[in-house]
């Protein structure tokens, strides 16, 4: 799996969209972009994921760019329950049952300020 | 209550002693697994499962063994606690059809060992 890095922290304000920036220079053509979250205490969450279109959903965007080194997952109104840890990564799909599990690193920290 | 059910919430133990950790899904899941998260760090994966009677090793499986003897439960075993392994366990199942993204994750078990 490619290596993604993420800033540690951000704060936005509450209202505000949220751009929470992923690099992952190394990725490979059949690698995936997945955003997981994770609010304080509770289990991981599935956001959004995409290959190389940008993907919006009720929750979010997922911008990647044309070169797919880099992702942005928006969040358009920010509200203080989306404080989380926000992780990115990027996997080939597992097409069989050898396992390829999520692997999470270690994130960014998004503070939503009133 | 369909979900990912781990119990105990809590626990503390003394250097030496063996405990399982309990994890029961409802909703048929084929693929399960347990991670483990340590104080301001991403989640790691313990072990995982792809269906009942099958499991294998993920990237940290030293001091703990599963087993899945039924599609809803995933036991983690801690064969002698140490205080390295003091941590936030999470168990999370998904569909195979689903196992890209469609994870669901527990609560989480908060274990000290002391």
Same mark, same amino acid.
């Given at each position: 799996?490619a290596k993604t890095t993420q800033p540690?922290?951000m ?8 751009n929470l920036p992923c690099n992952h220079s190394t990725i490979s053509?059949?690698e995936y972009v997945y955003w ?12 959004i994921h995409g290959l190389k279109n940008n993907e ?5 965007s997922l911008i990647i760019t044309e070169d797919r080194k880099s992702s942005t997952l928006i ?11 926000y992780y990115c990564i990027v996997? =080939? ?12 690193g270690?994130?960014t ?6 | ?19 399982? %950790? ?15 998260? #340590? ?10 499962? /792809?269906?009942?009677?099958?499991? #294998? ?8 063994? =599963? ?8 036991? %983690? ?20 059809? #689903? ?13 000290? /060992? =002391?």
């Amino acid at each position: 799996d490619a290596k993604t890095t993420q800033p540690p922290s951000m704060d936005c304000a509450e209202g505000r969209a949220a751009n929470l920036p992923c690099n992952h220079s190394t990725i490979s053509g059949n690698e995936y972009v997945y955003w997981y979250r994770q609010i304080h205490s509770q289990g991981p969450q599935y956001i959004i994921h995409g290959l190389k279109n940008n993907e919006t959903n009720e929750m979010a965007s997922l911008i990647i760019t044309e070169d797919r080194k880099s992702s942005t997952l928006i969040l358009p109104h920010a509200t203080l329950r989306d404080t989380a840890v926000y992780y990115c990564i990027v996997r =080939v799909p597992s097409m069989n049952n050898a396992g390829n599990m999520l692997t999470f690193g270690g994130g960014t920290r998004l503070m939503v300020k009133p | 209550n369909a979900g990912v059910t781990q119990t105990p919430k809590f626990q503390v133990l003394k250097t030496g002693q063996s405990m399982t %950790l309990q994890c029961a899904q409802d909703m048929n899941h084929e693929y399960m697994s347990w991670y483990r998260q #340590d104080p301001g760090m991403g989640l790691r994966l313990i072990h995982y499962s /792809v269906g009942a009677g099958i499991t #294998d090793q993920g990237e940290v499986p030293n001091g703990y063994n =599963v087993s899945r003897s039924t599609t809803e439960d995933f036991p %983690l075993r801690l064969l002698s606690a140490a205080p390295s392994q003091t941590s936030v366990y999470f168990c999370a199942s998904s569909y195979r059809r #689903d196992r890209n993204y469609g994870y669901t994750f527990g609560s989480g078990t908060r274990l000290t /060992v =002391v």
